[in-house]
Nanobody, 121 residues
């Protein structure tokens, strides 16, 4: 399992914004789904947002209206724009990309190592 590399995490005050980004690895030729998850110590990992190969998006109710997931075709990456951040958004955020190799012989489900987002009150 190849680890993806996330970027853009950090410390921000409540009400602020951050943008996370995660590059699509070269071995994934056809992307089926990209997603962002988050996890707080002692709690289960939570699905935050998804985007399919057709561009359909879905976000968790807890972040609806504040977070937006998008695909950056120029960078070949998936981004998570986080606005109006709240202290309860504090977590480690993980990127997840699923897709096929160029010969469709392999299906990959790759995860990032996580990036810390901390929102101070």
């Amino acid at each position: 399992q190849v680890q993806l590399v996330e970027s853009g995490g950090g410390l921000v005050r409540a009400g602020g914004s951050l943008r996370l980004s995660c590059a699509v690895p070269r071995h994934i030729f056809e992307i089926k789904k990209m997603a962002w998850h988050r996890q707080v110590p002692g709690k289960r990992r939570e699905l935050v947002a998804t985007i399919t190969s057709d561009g359909d998006t879905n976000v968790a109710d807890s972040v609806k209206g504040r977070f937006t997931i998008s695909r950056d075709n120029h960078k070949n990456a998936v981004d998570l724009q986080m606005n109006s951040l709240k202290p309860e958004d504090t977590a480690v955020y993980y990127c997840n990309i699923e897709g096929y190799s160029s010969d469709y012989e392999e299906f990959y489900e790759d995860w990032g190592q996580g990036t810390q987002v901390t929102v101070s009150s």
